[in-house]
């Protein structure tokens, strides 16, 4: 079993900024992408941004050159750094991970969603 644990949620006036850490523990054989996702209510779940090892980040359109998605893989720990905040980035924030747990099963993995509120 892989737990995801966020932190770094809050209430920010818009223009401001925030940083999200998500960090994975467990069973961890290798982990593959981590990505953050966002929920607002009524709306859909949206991808905001995906890492995977090496590879060059991808970002929503609605977050490119504001938002940077980074990570440790010594710690197991996806950031997601979310500068200049508009009040359309109030969502929860979730963390997830396709993880390996073994050389041949990777499963994906969810947090449990941070709260980011930005005011007008």
């Known amino acids: 079993q892989v737990q995801l644990v966020e932190s770094g949620g809050g209430f920010v006036q818009a223009g401001g900024s925030l940083r999200l850490s998500c960090a994975a523990s467990?069973?961890?054989?290798?982990?593959?992408?981590m990505s953050w996702y966002r929920q607002a209510p009524g709306k859909q779940r949206e991808l905001v941004a995906t890492i995977i090892n090496s590879m060059s980040p991808n970002y929503a359109e609605s977050v490119k050159g504001r938002f940077t998605i980074s990570r440790d893989n010594a710690k197991n720990t996806v950031y997601l750094q979310m500068n200049r905040l508009k009040p359309d980035d109030t969502a929860v924030y979730l963390c997830?991970?396709?993880?390996?747990?073994?050389?041949?099963?990777?499963?994906?993995?969810w947090g449990q969603g941070t709260q980011v509120t930005v005011s007008s």
């Open positions: 467990g069973s961890i054989f290798r982990i593959n992408a």
């Open positions: 997830n991970a396709n993880v390996n747990t073994d050389w041949r099963l990777s499963y994906s993995y």
